[in-house]
């Protein structure tokens, strides 16, 4: 018999499980739940308490270069938020991004208990792990960039789409990624070769290539399918940001034609405008995509929210962060990885005054209030580009108490709201148990993750367990109990235990002939052999593979885990 645990007396919203603030023990042996366990286990007692899962979060920013060079960028950031060093703990310092250590800890300090790097090269792979070692508490991986690889571009020029897919397999299990992740597809060839050049229509040429964004898209669309992997291609669609941008994102999401597919942030791709124009202020078009995603199962999205304060921008879609440069202030970077990607980052701060930030924060409360489907349209603020993941109580109030939203929408630009359809959603409040869907439930269903997002015979045992409060945004940022694979992490909160937390990956299978079309790519344009390319197994610590459709449950290795 191992360690043991029960929780009783407590309400429990598990919706996968149907469990909509039903009172009932939940028992805990080795780490996962379990149907019974012995009469004198520890037990916890959630009398007049709330029970989930752990959060889980989709997508996020917290380690890799560009999380760093942010780092490097904000010194200032540092000094004003400093995370001493406790008995159990280590120090490190806050801001809208935090280190490592202090990520860990202020995530399973809101209950969130796993969350997902959105965007990783693969040339910076490994100290991505390092990294994510590093970040305690919370199961965590991240999604490899892949929508500007030169070498998978010139596969799919010249049609070799069986090649494309074995290739892409292979980056994915070479960098122990867990999903593709597209990024403005297209767009680092047009912003390298043709002096800042953007991509526009899904229909363009992308620079040298034979290829448009449309063919791209489709084509990962269809190998990530093929490949059976847990969660779809990620992607986070052509003109972010832009006005009129809805009608690209409608047409990307019309590519995926039935297969599944992940649309990121969605709310920074939902802008229509006055008269036609990119150059026009933005309008909300959150009815038309919200509309789209209800009526189409196969699609997903999170919701990528805005929070009014300091946020920083970092991304793989350099022009962008070059477009937003004029509204940031002062500093920024621009970066490139050898034929894999491109980089932006700089400092923002969003304003409820200022007409395009006041909308944005409109249309990311107007995604969530006009969806139908919880499971489909799930949280994030793309942290920390639309806000800190610290804001995400607040974000959760706003969702939850239609009284205090009114309150803050009569503190923003109201000609923003004028052109939002904030107005017309406004009486719907969500539930606790829509809340468990947004932040765990469907996040973890999302990404394939089977044991986690409920709290059913087998799951991971990570536990929140909330005291009921009518301010969510207290109820939501000091849980009282986060336990993590069984361990009594937060107790009476405060923490009480470290935990490390496992790296998550997939390795999908793929043919091994494919490395003799790979290597001589890299013997010619490559800074990095092809031999210390690779990040081996060995690598990681404490980890677990995460098995593709066509993999048995269990059976893919999992050595540490
Ligand atoms: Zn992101």
Same mark, same amino acid.
């Given at each position: 018999m191992g360690s043991t645990l029960r929780i009783v007396n407590g309400r429990v919203y598990d919706p996968a499980n149907g469990l909509d603030g039903v009172v009932q023990d939940i028992c805990i042996q080795d780490g996962r739940i379990v149907a019974a366990v012995p009469p004198d286990t520890k037990t916890v007692d959630a009398r007049g308490m709330v029970v989930m899962p752990g959060g889980v979060d989709i997508h996020c920013h917290i380690a890799g270069s560009k999380v760093n060079m942010a780092r490097k960028l904000q010194p200032e950031d540092h000094r004003h938020d400093v995370h001493l060093r406790t008995r159990v703990s280590r120090s490190g310092t806050g801001g809208t991004v935090p280190s490592t250590f202090t990520t860990g800890y202020r995530y399973a300090a809101l209950g969130y208990t796993a969350a997902m790097e959105a965007a990783v090269t693969p040339l910076g792979a490994r100290s991505t792990l390092e990294e994510l070692q590093d970040t305690p508490i919370i199961d965590k991986g991240f999604f490899v960039l892949v929508g500007n690889n030169v070498l998978l571009f010139r596969l799919l020029q010249e049609g070799r789409l069986e090649e494309f897919r074995h290739a892409l397999a292979w980056w994915i299990g070479a960098t122990k990624a867990y999903a593709p992740k597209l990024v403005n597809p297209g767009v680092d060839a047009m912003w390298k070769g043709e002096r800042n050049a953007n991509i526009t #229509?899904?229909?363009?040429?992308i620079g040298p290539f034979d290829l448009t964004p449309r063919k791209v898209i489709g084509a990962f669309i269809q190998a990530a399918n093929d490949l059976g992997l847990p969660h779809p291609v990620h992607i986070h669609c052509?003109?972010?940001?832009?006005?009129?941008?809805y009608t690209t994102t409608l047409e990307t999401m019309r590519i995926a034609d039935g297969r599944r597919a992940h649309i990121t942030h969605i709310q920074f791709h939902s802008y229509g405008s006055v008269a036609g124009k990119t150059t026009d202020n933005p309008t909300s078009k959150a009815r038309e995509i919200a509309d789209f995603v209800n009526t189409h199962p196969n699609i997903s999205a999170d919701v990528g929210a805005v929070l009014f304060g300091r946020s920083t921008s970092m991304t793989a879609d350099a022009p962008l962060a070059y477009m937003l440069r004029q509204f940031g202030g002062h500093k920024w970077i621009n970066a490139d990885s050898e034929n894999e990607s491109g980089c932006g980052i700089l400092p923002f701060t969003y304003q409820d005054q200022v007409y395009t930030n006041a909308l944005q924060w409109a249309i990311g409360l107007e995604l969530f209030l006009l969806s139908d489907d919880p499971w489909r349209m799930v949280f994030s603020t793309d942290h920390p580009n639309g806000g800190s993941f610290m804001s995400y109580p607040k974000l959760i109030r706003l969702l939850m108490d239609r009284e205090f939203r009114k309150e803050e929408m009569a503190k923003v630009n109201q000609k923003a709201l004028d052109n939002s359809g904030l107005r017309d959603c406004h009486a719907r409040e969500y539930s606790l148990y829509e809340i468990a869907i947004i932040t765990r439930a469907g996040p973890a269903r999302l990404l394939g993750? #089977? #044991?986690?997002?409920h709290l059913g015979i087998?799951?991971?045992?990570?536990i929140t367990i909330y005291e009921e409060d009518a301010d969510k945004e207290k109820m939501f940022s000091t849980p009282r109990y986060v336990i993590k694979d069984g361990a009594l992490v937060i107790e009476d909160h405060e923490f009480r235990s470290e935990a490390e937390g496992r790296v998550l990956h997939v390795s999908p299978d793929y043919d091994p002939g494919i490395e003799q079309v790979i290597q001589p790519f890299f013997e010619d344009f490559? #800074?990095?052999?092809f031999a210390n390319y690779p990040v081996d197994v060995e690598y990681l610590h404490h980890h677990q593979v995460v098995p593709t459709a066509h993999q048995p449950a269990g059976a893919a290795p999992s050595p540490g885990a």
């Open positions: #229509t899904l229909d363009q040429k052509n003109n972010l940001g832009h006005s009129g941008n993750l #089977t #044991t986690k997002g087998g799951a991971d045992a990570d490559y #800074t990095v052999q």
